[in-house]
């Protein structure tokens, strides 16, 4: 069964600190990961796209690893800001009839507090 | 450059009411077009996908409908609300073949 796990459910640091948010699935044939940052109320916008080859991709302060041999990735957002309390989404997409399906992890809500 | 609106932002809707939400893209053609419901603290799911007008595929079984009358319009329907539907729906877009996907703005639907 294709699924997408992410951990913690939830997650509260402080203003400037450093956290790591992980993402393990099972969807295969794997095509690509992307994590998405949702801010309440409002869809889900791309923070960075990971295919089968890449192990590490950076925007910002934020970086994404991916190790596709056991189908994990995580997060790191470095210095955090208040700006950061959001819900971050993880999304695997496999290859079926033509187009891509994705899997949508049920995110990780993070609260940046100063 | 591409843009993607949905509207209404909010709707409160009596259980049994009809529905129709609506999602328009500018800047691109032939796009593939999503709907998606979360309800609250739960994941996204993927209701209705489409790769060309009039053409629809249901990813789950509900009472919701979906239409694609032009290339850029996406449309989301019901004939009777249940409780069950209230939840944030959300129409994203993407390059056909390509597994990008771009979210528009949302609309959270309340059914009383």
């Known amino acids: 069964k294709n699924q997408v796990e992410q951990s913690p459910q939830s997650l509260i640091i402080l203003e400037g600190k450093n956290c790591t948010l992980q993402?393990?699935?099972?969807?295969?044939?794997?095509?690509?990961l992307r994590w998405y940052k949702q801010d309440t109320g409002r869809g889900p916008v791309s923070l960075t796209i990971?295919?089968?080859?890449?192990n590490t991709k950076s925007n910002g302060r934020y970086t994404a690893t991916l190790d596709a041999d056991t189908k994990q990735s995580s997060l790191h957002i470095t210095a955090s800001q208040l700006s950061d309390s959001a819900s971050y989404i993880c999304?695997?997409?496999?290859?079926?009839?033509?187009?891509?399906?994705?899997?949508f992890g049920t995110g990780t809500k993070l609260q940046v507090i100063p | 450059s591409q843009t993607i609106h949905q509207w209404p932002a909010t709707l409160v809707q009596p259980v049994g009411s009809p529905l129709s939400l609506e999602c328009t893209v500018e800047g691109t053609s032939n796009p593939n077009l999503y709907w998606y419901r979360q309800a609250a603290g739960r994941g996204l799911q993927l209701l209705f996908y489409s790769v060309g007008i009039g053409q629809i595929s249901s990813e789950v079984p509900q009472n919701l409908s979906a239409s694609r009358p032009q290339d850029r319009q996406f449309i989301l329907s019901s004939k009777k609300l249940l409780l069950s539907d209230s939840g944030f729906y959300l129409c994203a877009w993407s390059v056909a073949g390509v597994g990008e996907q771009y979210f528009g703005p949302g609309t959270r639907l309340t059914v009383t």
């Open positions: 993402c393990n699935y099972t969807v295969s044939p794997f095509s690509n």
């Open positions: 999304v695997v997409s496999r290859h079926s009839g033509g187009y891509q399906k994705v899997t």
């Open positions: 990971m295919t089968f080859s890449e």
